[in-house]
């Protein structure tokens, strides 16, 4: 605490965060310094690509699942249809070795 004053804040954007101020562009963040206990404001730029990609990745994954869901369906219904054929299949089967 001593060096308050002209402590340069080395590591600042590494140290604990005690606000958040988002905007468009920018993100204003107060950090406390670890050295002095100062509270310093740090000013970030938002990554837009990167929350763009994000949005984009859950976009595709929402997509998947719906697309996902629609093949499920399908496949239960292939399923169906296939213990259909195998019920018959095997009524069949039965009768002939009732014959
Ligand atoms: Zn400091």
Redesign the pocket.
């Known amino acids: 605490m001593a060096?308050?004053g002209n402590?340069?804040?080395?590591g600042?954007m590494e140290s604990k965060v005690v606000e958040t101020r988002k905007f468009d562009q920018i993100v204003i963040r107060t950090r406390v310094?670890?050295?002095?206990?100062?509270r310093?404001r740090t000013v970030e730029l938002t990554d837009r690509n990167l929350e763009n990609e994000r949005r984009v990745s859950r976009q595709r994954l929402d997509k998947l699942t719906v697309e996902f869901k629609a093949e499920a369906q399908e496949i239960a219904q292939v399923m169906d249809a296939i213990k259909v054929l195998a019920k018959i299949g095997s009524a069949g089967d039965e009768k002939q070795r009732g014959d």
């Open positions: 060096e308050n402590c340069e804040h080395k600042i310094c670890k050295k002095c206990g100062e310093v």
